[in-house]
């Protein structure tokens, strides 16, 4: 199973279903992906706890907007098992006029397009975000 996509899934249905936090099983990975949603704004707080039987988790606490929709509209995977998207730095082009936001898995870490074109580094593409 991919897991970057069933993270992804579970933080858009947890929006949907007006929850707070969402709870996932912690990788390194996972909590890089969550961080550099919290730098973007789009979930409020990623953190590392111990859950049942010594198993560490990562909560991630979701954004509300005044009206009660969450943050996160909708999330599209781009690159996926099967087929790889790559993007260098001048390849880079605004997600969805500007209101949305491509992450990156970069050689310097995970960026989203932003941060990336700012550091003049590419990588493989792994979704956008709005």
């Known amino acids: 199973m991919d897991i970057l996509s069933n993270m992804l899934i579970q933080i858009k249905n947890?929006?949907?279903?007006?929850?707070?936090?969402?709870?996932?099983?912690?990788s390194k990975f996972k909590h890089s992906i969550?961080?550099?949603?919290?730098?973007?704004?789009?979930v409020k707080s990623a953190s590392k706890k111990t859950g049942k039987g010594d198993k560490d988790v990562l909560e991630i606490e979701l954004i509300k907007q005044e009206n009660g929709t969450p943050r996160i509209s909708d999330i599209k995977r781009i690159s996926k098992s099967s087929v790889r998207v790559y993007a260098g730095a001048k390849d880079l082009r605004p997600t969805r006029n500007g209101f949305g936001t491509k992450v990156l898995s970069t050689p310097k870490g995970i960026f989203v397009d932003k941060d990336a074109k700012k550091e003049l580094v590419g990588g493989e593409v792994l979704f956008e975000i709005w």
Not at 34 to 42: H, K, N
């Open 14 to 26: 947890a929006g949907y279903a007006s929850h707070n936090v969402v709870v996932l099983p912690y």
């Open 34 to 42: 969550a961080t550099c949603l919290v730098s973007a704004g789009y």
